[in-house]
T-cell receptor, first 110, second 114 residues
Framework: KNEVEQSPQNLTAQEGEFITINCSYSVGISALHWLQQHPGGGIVSLFMLSSGKKKHGRLIATINIQEKHSSLHITASHPRDSAVYICAVRLGGGADGLTFGKGTHLIIQP | EAGVAQSPRYKIIEKRQSVAFWCNPISGHATLYWYQQILGQGPKLLIQFQNNGVVDDSQLPKDRFSAERLKGVDSTLKIQPAKLEDSAVYLC????????????FGPGTRLTVL
């Protein structure tokens, strides 16, 4: 059983749509990361959350610790947002390496 | 600020051969991570260093994989001998300190084992 589950696995939307990607985890964590990976490119960290909500430009990330759930939202989506979005958690108990979800492949069509 | 550097970017070898990857983290970052990302999957942590000491290598296949960070700066990851299932992208990441800091990822080394 994966400790980090993302949904949907694939998402195709039209430019301008509001996008939501979900992440659920089954263990106690000390932090949750949202990362972006472009085809053939490296991974870029978007957010690191331990509670509440963070906003950067058109991106919003929220986390509910009690429900073990996080969401990444993209407002006014654009084709350049097309990428794989990965949820990763840092487990509690002193382990610092990240445990990753399988990613959500997002395509925004013009 | 220069990012995390990795080399080579691509490597193709035959099974049973050996291969080494190099990573230079962001200057001043004490924590360094090696991840393995198999096609279609999320990355998996192989090993974490804090300065030149190993913090977590529980998922490193120690019969064939080894890693070192002798001077607490750059690091090498070695596979000897390689197997077909080692084909993956090997990602290096660094952070200023563990636990509370963002991890910055390098571009990765794509390994193909034939």
């Amino acid at each position: 059983k994966n400790e980090v589950e993302q949904s949907p696995q694939n998402l195709t939307a039209q430019e301008g749509e509001f996008i939501t990607i979900n992440c659920s985890y089954s263990v106690g964590i000390s932090a949750l990361h949202w990362l972006q990976q472009h085809p053939g490119g490296g991974i870029v960290s978007l957010f690191m959350l331990s509670s509440g909500k963070k906003k950067h430009g058109r991106l919003i990330a929220t986390i509910n610790i009690q429900e073990k759930h996080s969401s990444l939202h993209i407002t006014a989506s654009h084709p350049r947002d097309s990428a794989v979005y990965i949820c990763a958690v840092r487990l509690g108990g002193g382990a610092d390496g990240l445990t990753f979800g399988k990613g959500t492949h997002l395509i925004i069509q013009p | 600020e220069a990012g995390v550097a990795q080399s080579p970017r691509y490597k193709i070898i035959e099974k049973r051969q050996s291969v080494a990857f190099w990573c230079n983290p962001i200057s001043g970052h004490a924590t360094l991570y090696w991840y393995q990302q198999i096609l279609g999957q999320g990355p998996k942590l192989l090993i974490q260093f804090q300065n030149n000491g190993v913090v977590d290598d529980s998922q490193l296949p120690k019969d064939r994989f080894s890693a070192e960070r002798l001077k607490g700066v750059d690091s090498t990851l070695k596979i000897q001998p390689a197997k077909l299932e080692d084909s993956a992208v090997y990602l290096c990441a660094s952070s200023l300190q563990p636990s509370t800091d963002t991890q910055y990822f390098g571009p990765g080394t794509r390994l193909t084992v034939l």
